[in-house]
């Protein structure tokens, strides 16, 4: 049914860039609730961006400024361009979906996952 596939994760120094993408196979992609969660050795998981299906973004403190999160909906593909890297980002990053629009948050339930791409930053 719905399958979601995280791609763009590697190793880069700090300071540098990568490009997370999320190619999603799902339903009316367009009024879903798209999300970005990482989880670092060690610790919680933690929301870093979400954007509803107007396209308006959210962001986690640690990667404001830094992390800019978009939305294809033609192609149905989310990305997460990450900037000005920190060893900090070092997690593996998970693409998360639902649908509404009453709720679009990262403490919100999201019923699909993707299996997650390794972020690896080095100092």
């Known amino acids: 049914q719905v399958q979601l596939v995280e791609s763009g994760g590697g190793s880069v120094q700090a300071g540098g860039s990568l490009r997370l993408s999320c190619a999603a196979s799902?339903?009316?992609?367009?009024?879903?609730?798209m999300a970005w969660f990482r989880r670092a050795p060690g610790k919680e998981r933690e929301g870093v961006a979400v954007?509803?299906?107007?396209?308006?973004?959210t962001y986690a403190d640690s990667v404001k400024g830094r992390f800019t999160l978009s939305r294809d909906n033609g192609k149905a593909i989310t990305y997460l361009q990450m900037n000005s890297l920190k060893p900090e980002d070092t997690a593996m990053y998970y693409c998360?979906?639902?649908?509404?629009?009453?709720?679009?948050?990262?403490?919100?339930?999201?019923?699909?996952w993707g299996q997650g791409t390794q972020v690896t930053v080095s100092a």
């Open positions: 998360a979906a639902t649908y509404g629009t009453t709720a679009c948050r990262v403490q919100a339930s999201f019923p699909y």
């Open positions: 799902i339903t009316s992609f367009s009024n879903t609730c």
């Open positions: 954007i509803n299906k107007y396209g308006a973004t």
